[in-house]
C-alpha cells in the first residue's frame, strides 16, 4: 500500500493488534494514543517523513510487541516512552536515534528482546544485567560502556541467549561474558578488540554456545591455547580477518561451519578436523599453513561439507584423490600455494560442483576435458600452473561443460588451436543473465 496512513484509524478503539509492516506508507505517522488496547503494533519498513517517537507512545501501556524497524525515527528516546512496561519484544533498529540510553530502560521489567542495533545511541550496558527476563539483546553500532564485573555477585547476573555486540568499538572483552552460561549466539564482530582471546572464554557456555563471531578485529592469539575448541554445540566459529597466530584450532565435532581465514596460522592441517562430519564449510584461506593436503579429507568429501577453501597458504605435494561419489562438494578453491603433479582424477565425482580454482600452484598435467562431464561447473580457473599439451576433446565422450560461464587457461604450456567445437557448445556462456542459483558461501 501506499499514500499516508489514514487519520481515521484513531476511531478503532477496541484494536488490539496493528500491522502495517512492509509497505510504502508516507507522510507522517497519525496519533494513536486513542488505541489504548493496543497488544501488537508492527510499523517496520515505511517511509515515514523524518519524526521523532511522540510522547502519545507512552499512552499505549497495554503494548507486548512494538516493532519500529527502519522508519526514518531520530531524535532520543523520550522518557515517556518508558511507560510501556509490558513490552515482551521491541525493535527500533536501523534508524537514526541518539542520545542516552535512560536508566528508565529498567522499567522493562517484561522485556525479552531488545534490537536497538545500526543507530547511535550511548548505552550503559549495566541496566541490561537487571533485566532478568531479556535472554536476546543486539546493541550493535552503538556506543556502550560496561561495568567493572564483581565476581561474587556476578555469578547471578542475567544470563542471555543471544548477544550481538558488532561494531561498537570494543577495545577489550566485556569482563561480564565471564558469566555467561547459557549463550547460543555471541556476536562481537568489527570491532577493535586487541590482544590475545582471554582463557575465560574457553569456559563460557560450554553446552549451548552455537554461533561465535570475532571477525573483524585485532586479535593476535590465544592467552591459553587450547587445540580444541570447548563448546559443544558450535555450529559456527569466524575468526577470520584477526591478526592470529599459532596452529589450527579444532572446533568440536558438530561444528558446520568454520571459518579462521585471513589470519597467521601456521602449522599443518591436523588429521583430526577429518572428524568434523558435521561440517559443511571448510574456510583455511589465507594463512600460512603448511605440509600437505591430509588424505583423510575424504571423510569430509564423503559426508556434508560443500566449501572447501585452502586458498593462500604453503601447502605441497599433490591433490590426493579424496573426492567420493557421495561428494556433496559445490566449490573447491586450493589457488595459492605450492601443489604439484596432476589433477586427480576422483574430482569427476563431484557432481554439484560449480567452481573449481587450481590456479597458481605448480599442477603439470595436461588439460582435463572429463571435467566437462560435471553439469554443474560454472566457474574453472587453471591459470599459472604447469599445464601443457593440445587441448583435446576426445571422441565419442560428451564432455562440453554445459554450463561452463568462466574459464582461465592463461599462463601454462598448452599448444596447438583450441577447439572450436568448445565453443560452438559453451551455450551457457551466451546468455545474457546469470544464472540466478546462488552460491553457498
Known sequence: MIGQIPSSLMNLTCL??????????????????????LEYLFLTGNNFDRWKLPDWFGKL???TYLLLVEVNLYGEIPS?????????????SSNQLKGKLSS???????LESFYLDDNNVSVDFHHFLSLKKLKDLDLSGNNITFPVMDSPKSETQQQFIMLRLSSCNLKVFPEFLQFQHQLGYLYLDNNNIEGLI??????????????????????MGFEQHSPVAPWVSLENLDLSHNMLHGSILVPPPTTIIYYVSNNNLNGEIPPSICD???????????????????????????????????????????????????SKLEMIDLSENKLEGQVPRSMENCESLRILDLGYN?????????????SELQVLILRFNKFHGVIRIPINVKVNFPTLRIIDLSYNSFSGDLPHQYFQEWSAMKETKANTVGFPW
Open 362 to 374: 605448480f599442477i603439470e598435467d595436461v588439460f582435463p576435458y572429463w571435467l566437462g562431464a560435471l
Open 276 to 326: 568434523l562430519l558435521s561440517l559443511q564449510l571448510l574456510d583455511l584461506s589465507f594463512n600460512n599453513i603448511i605440509g600437505s593436503i591430509p588424505p583423510c579429507l575424504e571423510k569430509l568429501s564423503n559426508s556434508n561439507l560443500t566449501v572447501l577453501n585452502l586458498r593462500s597458504n604453503t601447502l605441497q605435494g599433490t591433490i590426493p584423490n579424496i573426492f567420493t561419489t557421495e
Open 80 to 92: 515517556s516512552f518508558f511507560n510501556l512496561t509490558q513490552v515482551v519484544l521491541l525493535d527500533l
Open 198 to 219: 582471554p582463557r575465560w572464554m574457553w569456559n563460557i557456555s560450554k553446552e549451548t554456545l552455537s554461533i561465535l563471531s570475532l571477525t573483524q578485529n585485532l586479535l
Open 104 to 110: 528508565s530502560v529498567l522499567n522493562f521489567k517484561n
Open 61 to 63: 501501556t497495554k503494548i
Open 16 to 37: 488490539t493488534a496493528l500491522d502495517l509492516s512492509g509497505n510504502e506508507f508516507t507522510g507522517s505517522l497519525p496519533s494513536l494514543r486513542s488505541l489504548s488496547n
